[in-house]
Antibody, heavy 122, light 108 residues
Framework: QVQLQESGPGLVKPSETLSLTCTVSGGSISSYYWSWIRQPPGKGLEWIGYIYYSGSTNYNPSLKSRVTISVDTSKNQFSLKLSSVTAADTAVYYC????????????????WGQGTLVTVSS | SYVLTQPPSVSVAPGQTARITCGGN??????VHWYQQKPGQAPVLVVY???DRPSGIPERFSGSNSGNTATLTISRVEAGDEADYYCQVWDSSSDQGVFGTGTKVTVL
């Protein structure tokens, strides 16, 4: 079964760029959409954006100016970059596969990675 | 953007039924998905497309969706069901995911 694992620095300085990678194992990254989701400590879930294996993307409008999601099919990985971070970007970051039914607009997230805590602090 | 509203908390005695609501404008026209999140763990899908269950999810978990409210029902609640629950839809007009505010279920 497909498993996802986030990796990257757990501490980022204010104004710098947060970079995370999600490695997909047990299946191919091709033919699926993939997403990043975050959760500030003690708060709810926030969708960040998605990427299709072909490279097409869409982002949460509230983060769009600072977010870039990319994919490397040769490594079965996709990545997140969030620029100009502040303390408000401190959160657990999850990667997840997007599931859908052909011909339908409904999409959901399954499975999820275990998540990685990124703290923004000097 | 599309907004989903959930009650902050629901309390239920073991063996009873918990109902968690998710409110949104004409949410009945969308497909709703539900996630369970236990402390320190990643969310797990428990219901998708309003009322379908992934393999491995007990039949005690069921969903419905009509009008402006979707509902996740947990029957015969167990101590292990204590968790945060989030609803989610896909807003096709903006092509983005939207999560509800989350509900903490406490088993008394």
């Amino acid at each position: 079964q497909v498993q996802l694992q986030e990796s990257g620095p757990g501490l980022v300085k204010p104004s710098e760029t947060l970079s995370l990678t999600c490695t997909v194992s047990g299946g191919s990254i091709s033919s699926y959409y993939w997403s990043w989701i975050r959760q500030p400590p003690g708060k709810g879930l926030e969708w960040i954006g998605y990427i299709y294996y072909s490279g097409s993307t869409n982002y949460n409008p509230s983060l769009k100016s600072r977010v870039t999601i990319s994919v490397d099919t040769s490594k079965n990985q996709f990545s997140l970059k969030l620029s100009s971070v502040t303390a408000a970007d401190t959160a657990v970051y999850y990667c997840a596969r997007i599931r859908t039914i052909v011909g339908a607009t409904s999409r959901w997230f399954d499975p999820w990675g275990q998540g990685t805590l990124v703290t923004v602090s000097s | 953007s599309y907004v989903l509203t959930q009650p902050p908390s629901v309390s239920v005695a073991p063996g009873q039924t918990a109902r968690i609501t998710c409110g949104g404008n004409n949410i009945g026209s969308k497909s709703v998905h539900w996630y369970q999140q236990k402390p320190g763990q990643a969310p797990v899908l428990v219901v998708y497309d309003d009322s379908d269950r992934p393999s491995g999810i007990p039949e005690r978990f069921s969903g419905s969706n009509s009008g402006n409210t979707a509902t996740l029902t947990i029957s015969r609640v167990e101590a292990g069901d204590e968790a945060d629950y989030y609803c989610q839809v896909w807003d096709s007009s903006s092509d983005q995911g939207v999560f509800g505010t989350g509900t903490k279920v406490t088993v008394l």
